[in-house]
């Protein structure tokens, strides 16, 4: 059982530089979103989609870009990655009706921008 | 706007001494959900509880106990008879509208690191 899957675990970049964050999950999930960690401020949420060719704004979206071409793949692009994007970024995903509300996360990617 | 207060950074406690962590919410909506994520030091996040708006039951699992108050807009984690491997960053979450297409719409806490030392 994979779960939610992010690729690459850690990452080194740049400022300037563009990479992408992968995330898939062999759930079925319809819904799958990306949060950042930042110290003392919690998780917040980047950019979320409620299925395939579907995605939304989150509270932090600046700076990055998604789009979700299958049920499976939610990736994550940085195309000029700023000091301001370090962070630990977490994929999650659920049913989009589900008793427990429960988000399924990926065990995190940490990018560090230099 | 949504917003969720865990004022303590963090607690430490010693082995067996019970550890209580504050959540308090705001919300104009009067459906939502209240969450609590566990991540242990390996970094995971791990799904403890959720809680609807509408159920103010107490909720109580082997050594977790949830304490849900409306009229004071708190939802506060009490671990009982702490343990070392209890030690880890708790967050507090909040989502609004129809759970269908907000579950994923946390907005979390900052968090409360928990020590809980032998």
């Known amino acids: 059982n994979a779960g939610v899957t992010q690729t690459p675990k850690f990452q080194v970049l740049k400022t300037g530089q563009s990479m992408t964050l992968q995330c898939a999950q062999d759930m079925n999930h319809e819904y799958m979103s990306w949060y950042r960690q930042d110290p003392g401020m919690g998780l917040r949420l980047i950019h979320y989609?409620?299925?395939?060719?579907?995605?939304d704004q989150g509270e932090v979206p600046n700076g990055y870009n998604v789009s979700r071409s299958t049920t499976e793949d939610f990736p994550l692009r940085l195309l000029s990655a700023a000091p301001s994007q370090t962070s630990v970024y977490f994929c999650?995903?659920?049913?989009?009706?589900?008793?427990?509300?429960?988000?399924?996360f990926g065990e995190g990617s940490r990018l560090t921008v230099l | 706007a949504q917003k969720v207060t865990q004022a303590q950074t963090e607690i430490s406690v010693v082995e067996k001494e019970d550890v209580t962590l504050d959540c308090v919410y705001e919300t104009r909506d009067t459906t939502y959900y209240l969450f609590w994520y566990k991540q242990p030091p390996s970094g995971e996040l791990v799904f403890l509880i959720r809680?609807?708006?509408?159920?103010?039951q107490n909720e109580i699992s082997g050594r977790y106990s949830w304490n849900f108050q409306k009229s004071t807009s708190s939802f506060n984690f009490t671990i009982t008879a702490s343990q070392v491997v209890d030690s880890a960053v708790y967050f507090c979450a909040l989502s609004v509208r129809h759970p269908t297409d907000s579950w994923g719409k946390l907005q979390f806490g900052a968090g409360t690191q928990v020590v809980v030392t032998p």
């Open positions: 809680r609807n708006s509408f159920d103010e």
């Open positions: 989609s409620v299925g395939a060719g579907i995605t």
């Open positions: 999650a995903s659920s049913y989009r009706r589900q008793n427990t509300g429960e988000l399924f």
